[in-house]
């Protein structure tokens, strides 16, 4: 089941729109002429000047409330991301805002600093110091004398969410949003709603970490969006004519030609030579979800695969249609348990198909048949996965079969095949499915183990998905569709196991 990513709600939509459009209508030169946001961040910050070919004063001058800034090493993007902040806390005065760090060092060490040096070169009065808030240190620039003219602005990092949690700010922003957790978005974007806010803003600036990061693809992919509702570009290392002449020459040299495209010009990459989906193309095997049609008085070859981990918990549904397989549905749900997976899946069920027209097969990872994951212990101890998945499905009257191999098939082969279904057009994928096509897109192979083995070091959450969609593939495989289409790895065809409903174990 997929989270939200930084998108409001409606109602929130409207209100931050509405505010925001209030404030536009007040930014007035002396002369009665309309100021945009980067005019009016000049006359505090004036020496203040956006690159060429001037993206950054585009993203500042967005009244869009969620805006991200994507850029390489020495871009630029964090002194954009601090004066965006000091501007903020001036429009809102004496309301606080609340920046969050991943690490309480980095807040210190590069946010904190950024703030001190434009402070000390504009001219800027101001003072820092621990807050009352463990773990969060509160900067305050004086823009005047009355206290409606300082501004506040919070300090804090991921690992003192318990002392921010309870915060209510007008504005939010993230420095290098992509190395923290979802939840901390998710979170801080929560407690961006003072009443009293001028000019409301979530934010964040940083460099693509496709190999780590586990939420936020959906951005870091993007080159531009430019809309009511959020705002999106990217700045290079390239253009910034500050950087000394030798940096990027120098750089490239220590970089190969795809780190160079994440780490000196912001575009999230992944070396072509470690992708273990190497044949996955979004313009060749990504479907329209909203033109993936389901007619409920046609009978649906549906398919449910799991695989088990206590986090995240995951899943996947396809529709077979002929030789080609549609993955539907992502299920990823964080520190849960079979039990609240499968409750999930078949509410899901319920709701897009006439469950008495359909053909549900039930498949996955085969170890889970001699255990339960660590969560479940706790409800059905005696009970395996599988009986779990059973029960509830016998329960909801879901008519299924359930097959599982006589083995998990060996990690090579079964992305080879994987690999060779992509290529053949037979592995399609809905848009809506963006934890599968973060997995498949950016899940590389581990080096120096023996065997072909899966990296799930750079990123705990990542490859249970892509397991899903191999044991998937895998079974229909074993089914026989392809008659002769088979690649030329010499895969061996492997014997399914069928699960009886009414057996127990």
Not at 466 to 474: E, G, K, N, Q, R
Request: proline share 4%.
């Amino acid at each position: 089941m997929r989270k939200s990513k930084t998108k409001l709600s409606l109602k929130q939509q409207l209100l931050l729109k509405r505010k925001n459009l209030e404030y536009k209508k007040r930014l007035k030169a002396a002369d009665g002429r309309e100021l945009t946001n980067y005019e009016s961040i000049r006359t505090i910050i004036p020496f203040f000047e956006s690159l060429p070919p001037g993206k950054q004063e585009r993203w500042l001058n967005s009244f869009a409330p969620v805006k991200f800034l994507i850029g390489g090493f020495r871009s630029g993007k964090t002194e954009t991301f601090a004066v965006w902040s000091i501007y903020l806390s001036k429009v809102n005065a004496p309301l606080p805002g609340l920046i969050i760090s991943p690490t309480a060092t980095n807040a210190q060490m590069v946010v904190i600093q950024k703030f001190i040096e434009i402070s000390d070169k504009a001219g800027l009065r101001y003072e820092y110091y621990p807050s009352r808030f463990a773990g969060v240190f509160e900067f305050k620039i004086f823009f005047g004398t009355n206290k409606n003219e300082v501004g506040t602005i919070y300090c804090s990092s991921a690992e003192s969410l318990n002392s921010w949690i309870g915060m209510t700010v007008a504005f939010g922003g993230m420095d290098e949003p992509f190395l923290m957790d979802e939840d901390i978005s998710n979170k801080l974007l929560s407690r961006v709603s003072a009443p009293e806010t001028k000019l409301y803003s979530f934010y964040g600036s940083g460099t693509p970490e496709p190999h780590k990061q586990n939420w936020g693809i959906d951005i870091i992919e993007k080159l531009e969006e430019d809309t009511a509702d959020r705002f999106i570009t990217r700045i290079s290392a390239r253009d910034n004519k500050y950087l000394p002449a030798t940096y990027i020459p120098t750089m490239e040299k220590q970089l190969d030609a795809d780190q160079v495209r994440n780490y000196i010009d912001g575009i999230a990459t992944v070396r072509k030579g470690d992708k273990v989906y190497y044949k996955y193309d979004e313009s060749v095997n990504l479907s329209p979800a909203d033109k993936f049609e389901i007619n409920k008085n046609q009978t649906q070859q549906v398919l449910v695969v799991y695989d088990f981990n206590v986090n995240p918990m995951t899943a996947i549904e396809l529709v077979i249609r002929d030789k080609t397989l549609y993955i539907t549905e992502d299920y990823k749900l964080s520190s849960s348990n079979t039990w609240e997976l499968t409750e999930v899946i078949i509410n899901r069920l319920k709701l897009k198909y006439d469950v008495n027209n359909i053909h549900l097969t039930i498949t996955g990872d085969r170890t889970s048949l001699k255990q339960n994951t660590l969560s479940d212990a706790y409800y059905n101890p005696i009970y395996n996965d599988y009986q779990i998945i059973q029960n509830l499905f016998n329960k909801a009257g879901i008519k299924y079969s359930m097959f599982l191999p006589e083995r998990n098939p060996d990690v090579r082969d079964r992305t080879l095949w994987v690999n060779n279904l992509l290529e053949k057009k037979y592995l399609m994928v809905l848009s809506n499915c963006i934890h599968v096509r973060e997995d498949l897109k950016f899940v590389v192979s581990k080096k120096g183990v023996e065997g072909f083995r899966k990296d799930k070091t750079k990123n705990a959450e990542r490859t249970h998905l892509s397991d899903c969609v191999d044991y998937a593939c895998w079974f229909v495989r074993n089914l026989g569709i392809y008659g002769d289409e088979t690649d030329e790895s010499g895969i061996y065809k492997q014997e399914l196991s069928y699960l009886d409903p009414r057996r127990s174990w």
